[in-house]
């Protein structure tokens, strides 16, 4: 990014664009990361989601699909009540705290 654009803040579209890509790139590694584990066995045919459907490719779809939407909404927000650096200052802190979370 350019020293000129960096208090600028993105408009709705820029930021669901960037975060479609972001979903299509997550969604591929997911996926990959998911059929890994299959062949681990770490995800055996009777494990089930908490809405208690079966784990499968599709579950590791919706589930990325909802969390990117959920990223955009809150990235948006953010930077509409906030100026740009210190809302993507608070968007990967958020994120950071989020993925440790998960992890636990």
């Known amino acids: 990014m350019s020293a000129n654009n960096e208090g600028r803040k993105p408009g709705f579209g820029s930021i669901v664009r960037q975060g479609a890509i972001g979903y299509v790139v997550a969604t591929v590694i997911n996926v ?17 989601t908490p809405m208690g459907v079966p784990v499968d490719s599709l579950a590791v779809i919706v589930s990325s699909l909802s969390a990117t939407v959920a990223a955009i909404i809150v990235y948006f927000l953010l930077h509409r009540f906030l100026d740009a650096a210190q809302a993507r200052r608070i968007f990967v802190i958020l994120a950071v705290v989020i993925l440790v979370v998960m992890a636990y």
């Open 32 to 48: 990959i990361l998911f059929f890994i584990g299959s062949a681990m066995g770490a995800f055996p045919p009777d494990a089930l």
